[in-house]
């Protein structure tokens, strides 16, 4: 990689990639002490914060894989969430296997570090291994979430891109069944000449499970970045050893 896509990752995972997690464990944190009104912009705060998240791990994974062919940075940063690229990974994260996963995204599963990666300490290759394995417990429970899911996000995803307004209720809206502890977000689909509804229930519990989730997603997300960083500054070494051997 790039000097420019190794800073640039770097800097992402010191800030860029908690950022949705704070921010919704904060909103989270605030629903307790609110009024019913604040609480359901607090609740759509949470799951615009879960669309960011998942369209961060989403796009990284994307840029991962085109390594070599495309900076990193370029394509996370040019990155779109839709329906084609969301259905596509939460399929292929339900039916491929982690070697194959992780293969693809030039990193060693958790048994390979060792050979894979000789330079590192026993602490540093343990520490490694652990997330690593956390991560790929991440993986299976993202991909388990099913097509619906991956449609939802792929909507408010273009929610995010558009012009969206937030309700807390109407009198077109009861006609689709918007309750009162419901908040909406509400957008206009141009290409397909519809209305955007995202409804979304102000209920503590079922945040807490949202907000749960953005913690795995931004996990995986910080855990991708670590063991590339790892794996890069391993083939660094190696090359530096190669070339002071031949000289």
Known sequence: MQARDIEFLSSYAELGVTTRRILAETSLRALVTESPPVRKVLAMNIMEQYVSAAS????????????????VMRAFLGFKLDRASALAFFQEIATTSESELLASLGLPTPDQIVRRLPSLSKSDARDLKRAMVQMLGDFKRTGEMGEGVALALAQSA???????????????????????????????????????????????????????????????SSTLIYATLTVHQEAERARRVQAKGAS
């Open 56 to 71: 961060d791990m989403i796009g990284l994974v994307h840029a991962l894989r085109r390594r070599g062919r495309e900076p």
């Open 158 to 220: 273009g929610e995010r891109s558009g012009s969206a307004a937030i309700t807390k209720q109407s009198a077109w809206l009861d006609n689709i069944g918007l309750a009162p502890n419901q908040v909406a977000s509400i957008s206009i689909d141009e290409q397909r000449r519809t209305i955007n509804i995202t409804a979304i229930t102000v209920d503590e519990k079922r945040l807490q499970n949202v907000v749960s989730v953005i913690g795995a997603m931004t996990h995986i």
